[in-house]
């Protein structure tokens, strides 16, 4: 089984920007679709960003402009770049393989706080 491991979370104030890491143990074939989600208590875990190739990402309507996802596939990893952050962006991200069969990672706080 895949295993997903994130890191780079953190206190950040609002306008801050944050980098968020996700490495991925293990690429049998073609790098897998990936995405990032974010969850807040009490509320459903939501979609935040998805790549399936170099050129193709999604972003929710909330980070588009502010948030920057990529791959790196010589090391396994994919990537979350947050600029202009707003207390609202606080949340536990999680990683997460799309392509079957679906892995998540443990899941990383980003605190946006003055």
């Known amino acids: 089984q895949v295993q997903l491991v994130e890191s780079g979370g953190g206190l950040v104030q609002p306008g801050g920007s944050l980098r968020l890491s996700c490495e991925v143990s293990r690429v049998i074939f073609r790098f897998p679709s990936m995405a990032w989600y974010r969850q807040v208590p009490g509320q459903q875990r939501e979609l935040v960003a998805m790549i399936r190739d170099e050129d193709d990402t999604t972003y929710t309507d909330a980070v588009k402009g502010r948030f920057t996802i990529s791959r790196d596939v010589a090391k396994n990893s994919v990537f979350l770049q947050m600029n202009s952050l707003k207390p609202e962006d606080t949340g536990v991200y999680y990683c997460?393989?799309?392509?079957?069969?679906?892995?998540w990672g443990q899941g990383i706080q980003v605190t946006v706080s003055s």
């Open positions: 997460s393989k799309i392509t079957p069969p679906r892995s």
